[in-house]
C-alpha cells in the first residue's frame, strides 16, 4: 500500500502549493498506516526533486518524458494510473487547481476510485474514509465519505500548511508505457516564463474601481514588489481592460487562497468574494466604512486608497530597512 | 456537427445558504438558474450556430435531475437550443451523474460535448471530465474559446502564465471557463414563445453505482470581526500584518 501525490512544476521549479500537498499527503499517509511517494512528471533537476523529500516523501518518482510536454488529460491519466498500479496506492492526492481538475475525474473512473475535490480538511476518520470539502462557493462545507478502496482527493491551496519532515531522498527515474495516448494536438503556445503565478502567490495585492483608472496601478505594482506578492483585480477592472483578464479574481475569474490579500478599493461583492474567502488573512482599504469587503476583512483601513497605499509602501520598507 | 451541451441547475449565486438539520439544503425563497458556465457554453454554441448554420445541425441541452429543474431546462431552449433532455434521476455523486450523461451519448452523436468548469452549488468540477473518460474520448479543460473552422473544432487552452491553441479531435469534450462568451444571452419574446413547442424529451435513469456519500453540511466558523486601524497609523497595519497575523 502507499499514497501518491502529484506534484506540479513550473520552469522546473515546484510550485509552493506541491510541498503543501506532499506536507498533506503525509498526513493522510500517517493516517493510513502506510508510506508516501511522490510523483513529478516534467524536466526537474535533481536538487530540486530532493526537495520533495524535506516534507516526507520516501520516494520521488520522475517523469521526464518530451512526449508529455504539454498537458494531455488521457496520457496523464494514464501514467498516474500506470504509477499507481505499480506502486500499490490507496490514496492519490491532486492539487485543485486546474490540472487537478483535468486529470483527477478522468483517474477517478480509470481506478474505480472514489474522488472528493476541494478538500479544506484531512481525513477526520478514515472508516469510512471523510473529509470535509467547500461547497457554495465558500459559503459552507460539506463532509463527505469514499466508498471505494482506492481514494482520490484534491485539497485546496492553503488549506493544510507546509509541514517539514525529512526523509531520505529516494529517486526512481520511471518511464510510462506510453501508446497512443496524446489525443490532443497543441497547434500554439503563448507563454510567459518567470513572473509570479497569481494562483501560486503566497501574497496577493488586488486594486479594484475604487482605483480609478489603470494610471493608478504603479503603487500596487511596487507594494506587490516589495512583498513578492501577485496582483489582482475585480472583474470590472479587467472588463474595462485597465488590467489584463489573467488578473480577474473571483466567481468567474480565478479563485485564489493566498496567505495574505490585500483588497484596495474593491468594494467586496458577494462574487468577488467567491474567489478570495478562502484566504488566511485579508486586508482590506477602502473610503466606505460600510463596504462589505469589511465584513470579510481581517483587517481594515477606512480611507482614501491613493493616500493610504504609499504610506503602506513606505511603512514595508522601514519594516524590511530598504 | 451537433453539440451538446450539459447544464446543471442550480441555486441563484446571491443566495444565502440555510440547511436544515445539516442535512438538508433550505430552498425556501432559492432562485433556480442555470449553472452561469454551462449558460456561458450555451451561449457559445449558439453564437456559433447563428454565425455559419451550416456547420451546426444542431444544439441540443441535457440535464440530470428531478421535474422541478425542467423550468430551468425550459430556459436554456428560450434562450436558443433546439431540444432538451432530462434523465429523471436525485443527483448527489458526480459519478452517478456522469454515467447517466454517458450513457445518453453513446446512444446519440454529438461531436461537441460542453460542460461547465464546476457547477456553483456542490463545486466538484468533475462531471465533465468523469463524462470523458466513461465514454474514451479526449477532453480539454480549462477552455476559454471555442470555434469551428473549415470543419475543425478549435479551442484555446487556460495554461498557468499563458494558452494554448489546439486543436480538437471530435467527439470531444470541451470543459469550458471564464471568456467563452461574454454576457449569457438573454431569452428574447420570441424565443420565449417558440420554446413551449420544442421538445423535452424525458428518460429513464440508467442504473449506477456510486462512488461518495454526503454525510452532512457545515457552515463556517464566524469571523473574529474585522480589526480597524486608523488611516493616519498606516504603519500600525504593517507592524500588525507582521508581529500578530505574521503574514509578512
Ligand atoms: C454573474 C456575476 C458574476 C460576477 N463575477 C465577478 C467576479 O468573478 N469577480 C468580481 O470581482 N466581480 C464579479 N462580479 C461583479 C460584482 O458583482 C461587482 O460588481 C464587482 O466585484 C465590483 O467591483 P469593485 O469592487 O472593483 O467596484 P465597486 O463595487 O464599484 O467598488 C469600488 C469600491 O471602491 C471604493 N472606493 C472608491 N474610491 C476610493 C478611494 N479613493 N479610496 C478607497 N476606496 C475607494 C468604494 O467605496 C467602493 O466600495 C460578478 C457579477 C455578476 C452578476
Ligand atoms: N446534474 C447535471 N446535469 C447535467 N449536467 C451537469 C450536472 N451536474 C454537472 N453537470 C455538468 O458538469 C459541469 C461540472 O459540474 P460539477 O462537476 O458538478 O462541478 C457543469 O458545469 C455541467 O456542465
Redesign the pocket.
Known sequence: MSVIVYTENWDGKFKKLSFELVSYAKDVAKKLNTSLIALSIGNVAEDELKKLSNYGAVKVISVNENKLKDLDNQAYTSVIAEVAAKENANAIIFAHNNTGKAIAPRLSVRLKAGLVTAVVSSPITTEPFMVTKKVFTSKAFANITIKTPIKILSLMQNAFGLIEAAEAFVLEQYSPALGDEMKTEVIDVKKVSGKILLTDADIVVSG???M?GPENWGSIEELAQLLGAGTA?????SDEHWRTHEE??????KVIAPTLYIA?????????L??ISSSKCIVA????PE?P?FEAADYGIV????KVLPEMISAVKELKGI | MKILVCINNVPD?TTKVKFIDKKVFDTAGVQWIIN?WDELALTRAIEIKEAQAASVEKITVINVGLADSESTIRKALAIGADDGVRINYDAKDSYAVAFQLAEYIKKENYEIIMCGTESSDYNGAVVGGMLSEILGIPSVSSVSFLDIVEGKVIVKREIDGGQETIEAHTPFVAIVQKGIANEPKIPSMRGIMTSRSKQLQVLEAFPTEVFTEFVEYELPKPKAGCKKIDAENVKELIHLLHTEAKVI
Open positions: 479594484g474601481r475604487g480609478k483585480c475585480s472583474r470590472p477592472v480577474h479574481v473571483g466567481q468567474t475569474g484596495c478599493g474593491i468594494s467586496g461583492a458577494i462574487q468577488h467567491g474567489g482599504i477602502n473610503k466606505d463596504a469587503i480611507g482614501d486608497v491613493m | 449565486t452561469p
